[in-house]
């Protein structure tokens, strides 16, 4: 397998990744959007950091802002399989954004409200499965080297 079809087959995977994650982040932005009580298990944990303050910035769910997001890298990563450079330029900030922000949204869950919810860990998983993809990609090869 050469290098190139490498690196398009881990853009899809990071695309089909991506779905998963925009499907979580959109579920829990009907729900802050509409005050829909959401299916949490029985978990009030859940209940706890999605009531929180640090759920909203500056009234809009952190959810939505997550399901733009998602929908950005699976846009991105899905240009980039099929070659367009700029897609790649955009996609490595979109992910770094994310996984930033994954590590203080985890940060809060852990040390702040000592509460976790499983939509958001689920979602910070696949935030790190995205990135530790984009890691695992091949250097570009230089195309005017023979």
């Keep these: ?3 190139s079809r490498f690196r398009t087959i881990l853009y899809i995977v990071v695309a089909i990744v991506a779905v998963a994650g925009l499907a979580d982040a959109t579920y829990l932005s009907v729900q ?3 005050g829909e009580t959401l299916s949490c298990g029985g978990s009030p944990d859940c209940f706890r950091v999605l009531g929180s ?19 950005c890298v699976f846009a991105f990563a899905t240009f980039a399989a099929f070659g367009y450079a700029r897609a790649r ?4 900030p979109t992910i770094a954004a ?3 922000a994954t590590l ?13 919810c499983r939509y958001c860990l689920f979602s910070a ?8 993809l984009l890691i695992a990609l ?4 230089n195309r005017s080297v023979p």
């Design 1 to 3: 397998m050469t290098v």
């Design 32 to 34: 802050a959007l509409t």
């Design 53 to 71: 303050s640090y759920a909203k910035v500056g009234g809009v769910p952190v959810a939505l802002l997550g399901a733009i997001a998602y929908f």
């Design 89 to 92: 330029t955009f996609l490595i």
């Design 98 to 100: 994310m996984f930033l």
């Design 104 to 116: 203080w949204f985890l940060y809060v869950q852990a040390f702040l409200l000592h509460a976790y």
């Design 125 to 132: 998983a696949l935030t790190f499965l995205i990135a530790g």
């Design 138 to 141: 091949p250097p570009e090869r």
